[in-house]
């Protein structure tokens, strides 16, 4: 048995998770990964990571900004790796619509924060949407300045459809910066939804 230990301190959800899970993916049965994190919701996110994995998990507190959580990899968690899920497969009819560049509404700083971060999360699952929408203000998500390219990048480069309203490129003068993905229109828009087996409105 070995440890491995992941410095995941001043990282912003979920990437705390996300760096677990690699290292988890990558540990040997029996070897232990231990997280050391600066908040309590990511020892909560951890734990239920490891319960997703059926591992056992122990939290310490050390001070208020200062815990580590210690995920030991079973036999369950290698079966799951084995299992023969190809990562990032993409899901026929698994539509991913934004309509906003913010993730809920009430501080618009937070929810820029959300928003970056739901769209990393995505790069990071097995299963990816087969098609993503982006309109109104979320059509700034697809240009440039965008703090989410890369990981759209990565993910049209991985077989996700990235769309963006060229009614709202229009309105908003950035027909001219679209860097990811190309441009569609309501009709298609509409089509992508209403056959969607999927859809997610984050």
Known sequence: MSMVEV??????????????KKALA?????????????????????????????????DEKFADDDFAV??????????????GCMPMAIEPNRVVSIGSQ????GN?????ILMKGFIFALTQQDVLPQTMLFYNSGAFLTCE???SLEDLRTLEAAGV???????????YEMAEKLAVGG??????????????????RP
């Open 7 to 20: 410095d995941a301190r001043g990282q912003q959800c979920p990437i705390p998770v996300v760096r677990a």
């Open 26 to 58: 990558e540990a040997a049965v029996g070897d232990v990964v231990r997280v050391l994190i600066d908040n309590d919701v990511a020892v909560n996110n951890l734990k239920n990571l490891a319960a997703s994995l059926k591992c056992t998990a122990t």
């Open 70 to 83: 210690s995920i030991e990899k079973g036999e369950a968690a290698q079966e799951a790796a084995d299992c």
């Open 102 to 105: 913010y993730m809920g509404s």
């Open 108 to 112: 618009d700083e937070l929810g820029a």
């Open 145 to 147: 300045g965008s703090e």
């Open 161 to 171: 459809e990235i769309l963006t309203c060229g009614t709202c490129l229009n309105h």
């Open 183 to 200: 441009v569609t229109n309501l009709y298609v828009t509409a089509e992508k939804q209403l056959n969607a087996s999927v859809i997610v």
